[in-house]
């Protein structure tokens, strides 16, 4: 066998990438070094960069180039109003609606006993903090309606609201353009006690 | 919306991983950033370094970190044997069946006219020098079983027998502990054709 170093440590590094196992390490490898020399070079660039640049944003948790990000100094945005994701990605699809115009704290991640997550591991007290500053007004909790998320939306609520905290929780219900012939029982439930006047 | 240039620019970079679009990108340059800052690392040191070392084998067109590969170069394989792959995917797969001992010939791809790619851009000739170097006697194609792959194994077939030498492709059947009602007729058909004594 060839003892190919840079190329085995190629494939073992790609690894470390979500979802990527050994034959998709391979592949990608290849591919780069094959097609995309030049993909290969920016990435390397963009990784060295985004570790030395990137950091937590100190008022909403969310990756920052600064101390406080771009989003939490914006001087239009309603300081009100503070809602709780679970990731940037959500805090992202959040900012794609455009129908939000308040402040947000990302948890980074959920409270999740089985994998060993807990209030003290997200840093909840960071979150109380945040939320406790005078401004904000009301805490609008987003987290994903899994369990995780439904469990850290309540353990949220509960805390939120010990505050004197106004604290509510985006709406469960039919998705947009949904038939009710193709959704599921539990949804549907969920839409029929949770309502609303016309 | 914050302009987190450094962010912004991991995710687009990630983007030249094959596979990858624009929600997986954002994924994985979350998770690099929140759980896996040192493999982020190792993965930026490792894409430089493959990037510098690696090259293609003078004798099989592999990636090599030398002039010749340490498979070329390995006195106790059968330089009479050369094996036609595509990819160094396929490579190491034939390695893996532990059934071969001689060399390789990596075309780094295959004919497919609607891609632009042709005899002159996979550097047939190449090819063709080195399966005329005097001690192959015998080329096996190992193409894939693809309308791509067949092509490519008929079009090198019909060059390399004009030059004297023996050429044989790899057997199509069924495979390894398949059962005749759950494979294709296509191959069940295959199998009949090429069915062998015993």
């Known amino acids: 066998m060839a003892a190919l170093t840079s190329l085995d440590e190629l494939i073992a590094a790609?690894?470390?990438l979500p979802g990527v196992g050994p034959k998709s390490a391979q592949r990608m490898a290849y591919h780069l070094l094959q097609h995309e020399r030049d993909g290969a070079e920016r990435l390397s660039r963009a990784l060295t960069a985004a570790l030395q640049n990137l950091?937590?944003?100190?008022?909403?948790?969310?990756?920052?180039?600064?101390e406080i990000c771009e989003r939490c100094a914006a001087p239009r945005r309603d300081a009100n109003l503070l809602c709780v994701v679970e990731t940037p990605a959500d805090l992202n699809m959040m900012e794609q609606t455009q129908l939000y115009n308040g402040l947000y704290y990302c948890l980074m991640g959920r409270i999740e006993p089985l994998a060993g997550v807990?209030?003290?591991?997200?840093?909840i007290d960071r979150l109380l903090a945040r939320a406790g500053d005078g401004v904000v007004q009301e805490v609008i909790l987003?987290?994903?309606?899994?369990?995780e998320g439904e469990a850290t939306a309540h353990y949220l609520g509960e805390l939120l609201r010990a505050r004197g905290l106004k604290?509510?929780?985006?709406?469960?219900?039919?998705?947009?353009?949904?038939?009710?012939?193709?959704?599921d029982a539990g949804t549907i439930g969920q839409a029929l006690v949770e309502r609303r006047p016309l």
Chains 1, 2 share one sequence.
């Open 118 to 123: 807990g209030p003290r591991e997200l840093q």
């Open 167 to 183: 604290v509510s929780r985006i709406a469960r219900g039919l998705p947009v353009g949904a038939e009710l012939e193709y959704a």
């Open 142 to 147: 987003a987290t994903n309606f899994t369990n």
């Open 55 to 66: 950091r937590h944003c100190t008022r909403c948790n969310a990756f920052a180039e600064r």
């Open 14 to 16: 790609l690894r470390c």
